[in-house]
């Protein structure tokens, strides 16, 4: 999507709230709803992987595919350690992001086995520009997004994990890295709706296919880690109010039919 075309459509964008129904009860077309890709290209997007500087596509990783936004590692002999993310070219606060998406092929050889079928929806994040040249995840909260092939698994699906990062839960600040959801555990290579409601520096919450899966709030930078106390040191406040949208590239292959996001109030 061209500079202009974003402009124009955030211009466009409705306030309003989600209403969480499942792809096929939803009408065709949803007013407001910006398409963040655009279904031909990664206009509008930027790469960044671990030990290289951002705006590098390593091994042609980030592609579309047939009109999906596709994470391949079929130019990989071995993963090395290369975490890499792809980042939206603007920054939000208050908004409903809505990504469909399903896990495909095998992962990548030389991987850890926590990134199987593992993927995220990373967002108040730093922008790329400002992540050290070696960083693995950028500072962000990140909405997950978990699968598995074995119908006997506990595997719930919409976690969150927190790079650089805390949340709130219940009013309590938690330091754990990864908070699993009450989720379902997400089988197969179905395509799956995922939509993550964020409202500034509030209320967050996680939904699969229609359903509420978990919810969290005041997003926060962690002090304890190297690079938020650096984003800190550089003026950066401790509430995290907006920032970038990422996906990531962990190892296993995944494809996006649609990512898109609307525009809502804080307090919506």
Request: hydrophobic share 40%; proline share 6%.
């Amino acid at each position: 999507m061209s500079a202009r075309r974003t402009a124009a459509a955030l211009a466009l964008a409705a306030s309003g709230a989600l209403s969480c129904a499942s792809p096929a009860e939803r009408g065709p077309a949803d007013s407001g709803w910006l398409p963040l890709f655009d279904g031909e290209s990664l206009s509008g997007w930027t790469p960044k992987f671990s030990g290289h500087l951002a705006g590098e596509n390593v091994a042609d990783t980030f592609r579309v595919v047939d009109g999906l936004l596709t994470v391949s590692y079929d130019g990989y002999d071995a993963f090395d350690g290369r975490f890499g993310h792809l980042f939206f070219d603007a920054e939000f606060s208050s908004y409903d992001l809505r990504a469909v998406y399903r896990f495909v092929g095998d992962q990548c050889a030389g991987a850890p086995g926590w990134a199987w079928r593992n993927n995220g929806l990373m967002f108040h994040g730093q922008t790329p520009g400002t992540m050290r040249d070696d960083q693995d995840f950028p500072v962000s909260v990140e909405a997950q997004l978990l699968g598995h092939t074995d119908p006997a698994a506990d595997r719930p699906n919409g976690g969150v994990c927190t790079p650089g990062t805390n949340v709130a839960v219940d009013g309590e600040v938690r330091q754990d890295h990864c908070i699993s959801s009450g989720g379902p555990t997400t089988l197969g290579d179905g395509w799956v709706e995922f939509v993550l409601k964020v409202r500034g520096s509030g209320r967050v919450e996680h939904w699969i296919d229609g359903a509420l899966v978990h919810a969290y709030e005041a997003p926060q930078l962690d002090p304890r880690d190297e690079d938020a106390a650096r984003l800190m040191a550089a003026g950066a406040p401790l509430l995290l109010e907006r920032g970038t949208i990422s996906i990531q590239a962990e190892s296993h292959p995944i494809q996006f039919r649609t990512i898109e996001l609307l525009r809502v109030p804080a307090d919506g």
